[in-house]
């Protein structure tokens, strides 16, 4: 990692918003994407108990990725036409596999997760990771693309390589990347992920 960029990035961001994201110039910002009502509304439709009706937790899920304010307008219908148009087997081996992402063998539910979307063609970082990115905010990432490639590249994180396709490996590789990032800055600037990633890409 170049760690002179990051402190270098840190040092130019806390120059134009002293207090970090709780600074008065980002408060648009902040409006724009609520993370604290997306979170509560997360830890309530992807709870393990949720899983128990498969119908309402689909349709939650749908529910919560269409109001994310991170995830694209052109992504957020055709997840949700794929979703709805799965079959009751098909929609069971989604929520299975949901599950486990959230809840149990996360490597094997990203996994699974990727292989049923892209059979439908919405295999997407977004949409693969907005929800548990909102369920632990502090500590999964949410990929977006370009931010995820600039982070990569600024910060000369070559270990990391990026694939179109979501897997579990970049997804891993980056999470760590991330929390290791999330120690040598200021905390303003990293009280969740989607914060730090934020000021990454603003200043790299």
Do not use: C
């Not at 830890?43 to 749908?62: A, G, I, Y």
């Not at 579990?168 to 760590?176: H, I, M, S």
């Amino acid at each position: 990692m170049n760690l002179q960029k990051l402190k270098e990035a840190e040092a130019h961001f806390l120059t134009s918003y002293p207090d970090g994201f709780a600074d008065e110039g980002l408060a648009d910002i902040s409006k724009k994407h609520p993370l604290d009502r997306m979170t509560r509304l997360a830890r309530e439709v992807l709870s393990r108990k949720s899983f128990d009706q498969p119908q309402t937790l689909v349709d939650n899920l749908v529910r919560l990725v269409s109001r994310s304010s991170m995830v694209s307008m052109f992504e957020k219908p055709k997840f949700r036409d794929a979703v709805h148009d799965m079959n009751s087997d098909e929609r069971a081996a989604f929520v299975a596999a949901y599950k486990k992402l959230v809840h149990g063998n996360q490597s094997k539910g990203f996994e699974e997760v990727v292989e049923i979307l892209a059979a439908r063609k919405i295999a997407r970082w977004s949409v693969i990771t907005i929800g548990l990115f909102y369920y632990r905010p502090q500590t999964e990432v949410f990929v977006k693309p370009t931010t995820a490639k600039r982070i990569v590249e600024g910060l000369s994180l070559s270990h990391l390589k990026y694939h179109p396709r979501p897997d579990w490996a970049f997804y891993e590789g980056y999470r760590t990347a991330i929390e290791d990032i999330r120690k040598r800055v200021s905390p303003s600037l990293s009280s969740n992920n989607a914060a730090l990633t934020g000021f990454l890409m603003m200043t790299l």
